[in-house]
């Protein structure tokens, strides 16, 4: 029974699920202005956030702040 | 067997340590960026992709010109083309390294950018992690507590 678990742990360990992390300096693809909210044209996508917030009475909750290089 | 391929599996995810204040700086390191063990160093760890290095940048290059400290930058750039452009257009005064292998970000392992490392007598003796508003003022204090 305790080899059957032992190796169930090791088919999860070697199904791929990596616990490495994206590193700042690696960070370069996400940093360009086409990965942001909205793409090359932000104000398109604060236009419809505009026309939700007016319809819904909410607002917030899209979006992230920083240009991906793990500064502030 | 299987015990022991379990635990191999689980502490090979632990990464190395990254260096921290007070770590003494690998000597192949030290011997690559050309140290001198008497002089105090900033080590300006920056990338062209970084909205925060440019905003830092033409501060860090007039302490580096009012010679207050010797700064050092290194490149992180993919491309090497891409930090050469990204130091003529900013004109950077300083010697800056291109560590397109990532030897050097990989020993020093900062969380993000621009990460400033103060150097003195190969120790790292302060770390400012990310951008900071009038960084040439805090440097120039920053140097003095140290000298």
Redesign the interface.
């Given at each position: 029974m305790m080899r059957l678990v032992l190796l169930f742990l090791l088919g999860v360990l070697l199904m791929g699920c990596s616990g490495k992390k994206v590193k700042p300096w690696e960070k370069e693809n996400l940093a360009q202005d086409i990965m942001q909210y909205g793409g090359l044209h932000p104000e398109v996508k604060k236009f419809e956030a505009h026309v939700y917030f007016s319809k819904e009475a909410s607002r917030g909750g899209s979006g992230v702040g920083g240009g991906g290089c793990g500064c502030n | 067997m299987?015990?022991k391929?379990?635990y191999a599996?689980?502490f090979s995810?632990i990464s190395l340590m990254a260096l921290d204040t007070g770590d003494i700086i690998p000597q192949n390191i030290k011997t690559q960026l050309n140290l001198d063990s008497n002089k105090t160093y900033v080590i300006d760890?920056f990338?062209s992709?970084?909205?925060?290095?440019k905003k830092e940048l033409p501060l860090i290059s007039k302490v580096h010109i009012e010679q207050t400290v010797e700064v050092i930058g290194v490149n992180?750039?993919?491309k090497k083309e891409d930090g050469e452009a990204f130091v003529q257009k900013y004109n950077v005064p300083f010697r800056v390294i291109y560590d397109t292998n990532?030897e050097f970000?990989g020993v020093f392992?900062?969380?993000?950018?621009?990460a400033l490392y103060y150097v003195r007598n190969g120790k790292i003796v302060k770390i400012i992690?990310?951008?900071v508003d009038n960084i040439d003022e805090h440097i120039s204090k920053d140097i003095k507590e140290i000298k």
């Open positions: - | 299987i015990k391929t379990i599996l689980c995810t760890f990338a992709w970084c909205k925060s290095c992180v750039d993919k990532k970000i392992d900062p969380i993000g950018f621009p992690m990310g951008a």
